[in-house]
């Protein structure tokens, strides 16, 4: 599937992900160096954090508990925020929009 990606600097690439991959790892596998990601995926850090666009916000879902959590720590929070390691990429998520988020 497909995976579009706003940058900070506002620049929109589309990048080909693998399904059943995260989309931070779809991001990083692309090349792309924004996203931190410090603690590899295991929903404790936040630095994966992205807004999803508004389109894709019933198919992507929102927080699960412990990342609502950690997304409260953030001083960007946005109704459409998550944390791009909790995302699977999927042939439904097809052309999914994310935008990185600012860093804390
Ligand atoms: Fe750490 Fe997503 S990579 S919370």
């Given amino acids: 599937p497909k995976l579009i990606v706003v940058t900070r600097e506002g620049v929109e690439k589309t990048a080909e992900a693998d399904t059943g991959l995260s989309v931070m790892e779809a991001i990083r596998e692309n090349g792309f160096d924004e996203l931190l990601a410090l603690c590899g995926g295991c929903c404790s850090c936040a630095t994966c ?52 988020a600012p860093e804390d």
């Avoid at 916000?57 to 699960?64: E, I, K, L, Q, T």
């Fill in 49 to 100: 954090h992205v807004f999803v666009d508004e389109a894709w916000s019933d198919a992507v879902g929102g927080p699960g508990e412990d990342e609502n959590d950690l997304l409260d720590s953030s001083g960007h929070k946005q109704p459409n925020s998550r944390l791009s390691c909790q995302i699977e990429m999927s042939n439904a998520l097809d052309g999914l929009r994310v935008i990185i």
